[in-house]
């Protein structure tokens, strides 16, 4: 008989398991496990490959179900701890259920470390009691409705908005329901369904498993996440347009027209996208099919409908008192019901749909916009039996419980006039607590649009790019207070600028310098001096900020919050220069380290509910137990013991090459190399310091001189951005090798890549990103452009040789300056503009004035830097003030202080 094995297993030392225990887990069917973080770490120590699932507080209710079926023909193995097996562990409740159902339970015996500590303690003992854990309080039941899915694909998933809150809720300690589904019963349904020749069940089953593989992989963690296709209610009597053509009555959403109101072309049969006003098919001007294109006729038909008129004084009422409403939520819903409610009919003469449950009216179908928000109710009751606690839902829809309905602000008037008013009518359910609407998310400033295939469809992009990249993207841009608009610049750009360079660049600068320099342990602070003291406060401070946005479900300011404790500590960083003070006063480093590591903690959680991946990879490289999720909505400043082992730090994030949106299709194809080519590397060691290398970011002129140049004309964006692409990486390569020639410790304010890694390493990376410059510009296909770019190269070399054979010699002219800064400068500025030029299919005369405006520019850019080395400040300009002059360097204030000085005064300055 299949059966349920009691597996212990050690947290600590993984040596400690037992041979059986090894046996068991190598010939179940099934791992389940509360923490598959650690349980995968055991079984890939001994090579043993059974799958695992997670069974832990969170899903427990919706996996306990799953687990019981599995052990009708499986066997499967729980995972507890070897001391304490089930105890304040959800696999208590799995045991529990497996004995009720008549199954067969097998605990394996295991070393237990309470037993084994106090027998080591030395204390005489009898024999002890255990009492067992408090359990945790809950604050408060959260009930969590993401509006029902209607496209039948999964476009850019803004249900992430429901997870954020859900996660958050959850490390609060509160209980919490998060249930969603698909509108099954949808005009596109039906229509995908006619489209394709086939029945609505087969649309349904398709994508609903789309959507469910999309939601997991995005890491949307639904309680359930399920589908209309069930049971539900009510009816009504309604003049209904009647096709033609297609011989059948037509659901609003298949004829369209022009808005009365808004005169928006393309309003829809039962509202306007655009002024969010309610409609009733004949309002519509110039009405056409959808199906056919063809004028229906106005025929007569008897529904049933709901009396929302019945309703106003108390809905006036009711949002009046929501003063946590958004404001654009809670204005609309008040001058939408002032307006006057018309009772709304709650059928249709439709043969897909809910049956009428009365006599007579067999052939109607109860309309979709009035069954759909009962999905709601339903789902939660779903969700309850499938946890094996069938009147759970109770608890979220008759007791205090705050109802929170995440949607679109085209769904305000279904979730806070005609769902109330249901609500109402029902008499003893919760109505809802808030209805955190957002605008709507434009692609590339144009309105999305799945039938015209303008959208970002989410399984494509999670198989390009890292979902906390994605999470992060789409929390930045919600829409939450007027519309936004996605574009994949953007998103290269938060990604490079904000992940990689800002958050990514201080975890790991920060662990690298602790793991090198502090024997891969925590260092110990010992005490703090004022400036870390500051830093915690404001962390501190800025935390308490994240906290109160999440509960207005304000996320986009509660994302900033975050952001900018992060900016802080960089700032910290800078200032203190722990690179610097690990050669002259190591007790100073070690105390920056462990404040920046504490801040970096402090964020882990901060950011949990954003990007939940992140920091559960943070959670490791900071040496903690556990997990992020485990530790709860809280910071302990004291929980980075001194001398606590650290793990090897990988980088968080990987940079993005430039991005093309393609006007055929809501796609997206990479500009130039694969991100093999510059970022994504499989070498991890590399993409370590290449993720260091490109978080340092300038000015980025060259690479706008050459897109300018391209905009002149009409021109290929994606070989301009390529080439764009190639020059700064041509540009970041010098930067690698000047600095490892010169020693210098830091550039623009970090540390560069010799100082961390030494120089024979730091001449490697450089030569790897002079090859990565290279094939981007081969991707131009352009050979003219391919030799002026090797032409350039040759000319930076000459240039920086011309500098460094010439220094400290006081027969240095101005003539020979001007070339030198030429070939060191202005000639990468110079192929900017005319690589620009060139493909854009400029003519000769234009390319060549391009040409020379960006020389001399460059020029004038070098002439500048060299001012600044005199009178400079060392963040601005990236480099030591007075470095040029230190080493020797002659430039023109150095040679107009010589020609103004008396003779043979200046040539002694030069040597010293």
């Not at 001398?643 to 299709?665: D, E, H, V």
């Not at 005369?845 to 520019?857: F, G, K, M, P, T």
Request: with cysteine; hydrophobic share 35%.
């Amino acid at each position: 008989m299949p059966t349920l094995y009691i597996v212990p297993t050690p947290i600590g030392n993984l040596e400690d398991i037992t041979l059986r225990a090894l046996r068991v887990l190598r010939e179940v069917d099934l791992i389940a496990a509360e923490d598959t973080r650690v349980s995968r770490k055991l079984l890939a120590r001994y090579e043993i490959t059974t799958r695992v699932t997670s069974f832990h507080e969170h899903n427990r209710r919706s996996k306990l179900g799953e687990l019981l079926e599995l052990l009708v023909d499986s066997d499967v193995a729980l995972v507890s701890d070897a001391g304490m097996p089930t105890i304040n562990d959800p696999g208590q409740d799995l045991v529990a259920a497996a004995v009720e159902s008549g199954f067969d339970v097998v605990p394996l015996p295991g070393a237990s470390a309470v037993t084994t500590a106090l027998a080591a303690s030395g204390i005489e003992v009898d024999g002890f009691v255990y009492v067992g854990f408090l359990p945790r309080e809950r604050t408060k039941r959260v009930g969590l409705l993401s509006s029902l899915a209607r496209e039948t694909r999964a476009i850019v998933a803004f249900e992430t908005h429901t997870d954020i809150f859900a996660r958050f809720s959850r490390m609060q300690g509160h209980e919490v329901a998060m249930v969603s589904g698909s509108d099954a019963h949808g005009t596109p349904v039906t229509i995908a369904a006619d489209q394709q020749g086939v029945g609505p069940e087969s649309i349904i089953g398709k994508f609903q498993q789309e959507f469910l593989e999309t939601w997991d992989r995005l890491g949307i963690s639904f309680d359930l996440f399920t589908s209309t296709h069930t049971e539900n209610h009510t009816q009504d009597t309604m003049r209904q347009p009647f096709c033609l053509t297609d011989e059948r009555f037509l659901p609003d959403r298949y004829v369209e027209g022009r808005c009365p109101h808004c005169d928006n072309e393309g309003a829809r049969g039962d509202q306007c996208d655009r002024c969010g006003t309610t409609l009733d098919p004949e309002e519509l001007i110039g009405l056409t099919c959808k199906m056919c294109g063809g004028e229906p006729e106005i025929r007569e038909t008897e529904h049933f409908f709901i009396r929302l008129s019945a309703f106003e004084d108390r809905l006036l009422e009711w949002v009046s008192q929501k003063d946590h409403f958004k404001p654009n939520v809670k204005n609309f819903t008040i001058g939408f019901v002032k307006g006057g409610l018309k009772d709304r009919a709650i059928t249709r003469d439709l043969d897909w749909g809910i049956p009428v449950p009365v006599e007579g009216y067999e052939d109607k179908r109860i309309y979709v916009w009035f069954e759909a928000v009962i999905g709601y109710l339903s789902a939660t009751k779903e969700w309850a039996q499938r946890s094996g606690d069938p009147d759970k839902w109770q608890d979220f829809w008759q007791k205090d419980c705050r109802a929170y309905y995440f949607m679109g602000k085209d769904n305000i008037p279904f979730h806070t006039v005609i769902w109330p008013s249901m609500l109402m009518a029902y008499g003893d359910l919760n109505l809802p607590y808030d209805v955190p609407a957002n605008e709507y998310v434009n692609l590339e400033r144009e309105q999305v649009s799945t039938s015209r295939d303008w959208a970002v469809w989410m399984p494509d992009y999670l198989d390009r790019y890292d979902v906390d990249s994605i999470r992060y993207m789409l929390a930045s841009i919600m829409p939450e207070t007027s519309d936004s608009d996605f574009n994949w610049a953007e998103f290269v750009r938060r990604n490079n600028d904000e992940l990689v360079a800002t958050f990514g660049n201080l975890v790991h600068r920060v662990l690298t310098m602790a793991e090198r320099n502090f024997d891969r342990t925590t260092p110990d602070p010992v005490d703090l001096d004022e400036e870390s003291k500051e830093l915690l406060e404001e962390a501190g401070r800025g935390f308490e900020a994240v906290s109160s946005e999440l509960e207005r479900c304000r996320f986009r300011n509660a994302l900033q919050s975050a952001m900018g404790i992060a900016r802080s500590a960089n700032r910290y960083l800078d200032s203190k220069a722990p690179w610097r003070a690990v050669r002259t006063d190591k007790d100073d480093a070690a105390r920056t380290l462990w404040t920046a590591m504490t801040v970096i903690n402090c964020l882990k959680t901060a950011l949990f509910p954003f990007m939940p991946e992140t920091s559960e990879k943070l959670h490791e490289m900071l040496g903690l137990d556990g997990s992020a999720e485990a530790e709860g909505w809280s910071w302990n400043r004291e929980a980075l013991a001194p001398g606590r082992a650290l793990p090897r730090p990988k980088p968080l994030f990987t940079p993005n090459s430039t991005i093309q949106s393609s006007k055929r299709r809501g796609s997206v194809r990479e500009g130039g190399a694969t991100p093999e080519g510059i970022g994504g590397v499989k070498f991890s060691f590399l993409s370590e310091m290449l993720t260091h290398v490109y978080g340092s970011t300038g000015k980025r002129a060259r690479p706008a001189i050459t897109l300018l140049a391209a905009s002149f004309h009409s021109h290929d964006e994606y070989k301009s951005e390529v080439m764009a692409t190639a020059v700064e990486l041509l540009h970041i390569a010098t930067l690698i090798h000047d600095d490892t020639v010169d020693d210098s410790d830091t550039r623009r304010g970090r540390a560069t890549i010799s100082s961390l890694y030494g120089k024979d390493i730091a001449v490697l990376v450089g030569d790897y990103v002079f090859a990565s410059s290279a094939t981007f510009v081969c991707d131009t296909g352009h050979v003219g452009v391919i030799r002026r770019f090797s032409e350039t190269i040759m000319e930076l070399s000459s240039g920086e040789l011309h500098e460094r054979v010439s220094a400290h010699d006081p027969g240095q002219t101005l003539d020979g300056y001007h070339q030198r800064i030429y070939n060191k400068t202005a000639s990468l500025f110079s192929t900017s503009g005319e690589t620009g030029a060139i493909l854009s299919g400029a003519p000769d005369d234009q390319v060549n004035a391009l040409r020379e405006y960006s020389r001399e520019l460059g020029m004038a850019f070098q002439i500048v830097d060299d001012i600044l080395d005199f009178q400079g400040d060392e963040d601005e300009i990236g480099k030591p003030v007075g470095s040029d002059l230190a080493n020797g360097i002659m430039t023109l204030p150095a040679f107009i202080a010589r020609e103004a000085s008396p003779s043979g005064q200046s040539d002694r300055c030069v040597p010293q």
